[in-house]
Each structure stands twice: as C-alpha cells, then as structure tokens.
C-alpha cells in the first residue's frame, strides 16, 4: 500500500556527514507516521529518529531528522559519524503514532547501506 524508497547511503570516513532521503509512494493518503531505523551486522535492527525531534540517545547529538508531508519525503542529516554507525538504514511507516519499536511498523524501505570508516 505505501511504498518506501531510501537513498544516500554511501561510504564515509569518520567524522564526516552524509545524508538520506526517503521517498514514499502508493497509497499515502491519510496520516501516518514515518522513522528511520537501522541495523549494524551482528545487532538488531534499531530505531534512529522520526521526525519531531525523536532521537535515540546514541545519535541526538549529531543526527537531524526532518519530514516533507507535501512531497511525502523524510530525510536524515548525519554529521560527526561514526564507525559504530555503520548499518543499513531503513525507512519505516506506519498508521499511527510514532514509537520507537521496529515491531509497530507495517512498511519498510529497501534499506541504504552506510559504512563509516575510521
């Protein structure tokens, strides 16, 4: 029903910036709610930012995320990366409120891979 498309991954070194766009497309109509997450091999998939100022701890500082509902666009600005940030990074959607658990979102992006080199 909502199709979800990432883009701006790539290859950093530490320290640096990068960012990611994500596209939605098909049925967008009504309210809903969209998040990045990312999962590091080995760990978890992980939630990241949503926009309203929704950060997990390891990335407040140093990540801005931000929504265009008139392009049905979310973007995640990345400065002073890390190699622990080192994952594919996925948009997510959702009907409802924002939450932090990957288990609550219904769509999912392709995922972009971000690799931060010391």
């Known amino acids: 029903q909502v199709q979800l498309r990432e883009s701006g991954g790539g290859l950093v070194q530490a320290g640096g910036s990068l960012r990611l766009s994500c596209a939605a497309s098909?049925?967008?109509?009504?309210?809903?709610?969209m998040a990045w997450f990312r999962q590091a091999p080995g760990k978890e998939r992980e939630f990241v930012a949503a926009?309203?100022?929704y950060y997990s701890d390891s990335v407040k500082a140093r990540f801005s995320v931000s929504r265009d509902n008139a392009q049905n666009a979310m973007y995640l600005q990345m400065n002073s990366l890390k190699p622990e940030d080192t994952a594919v990074y996925y948009c997510?959607?959702?009907?409802?409120?924002?939450?932090?658990?990957?288990?609550?979102?219904?769509?999912w992006g392709q995922g972009t891979q971000v690799t931060v080199s010391s």
């Open positions: 926009p309203g100022a």
């Open positions: 997510a959607a959702r009907f409802g409120v924002v939450t932090t658990t990957r288990y609550d979102y219904a769509y």
């Open positions: 098909g049925r967008t109509f009504g309210s809903y709610t």
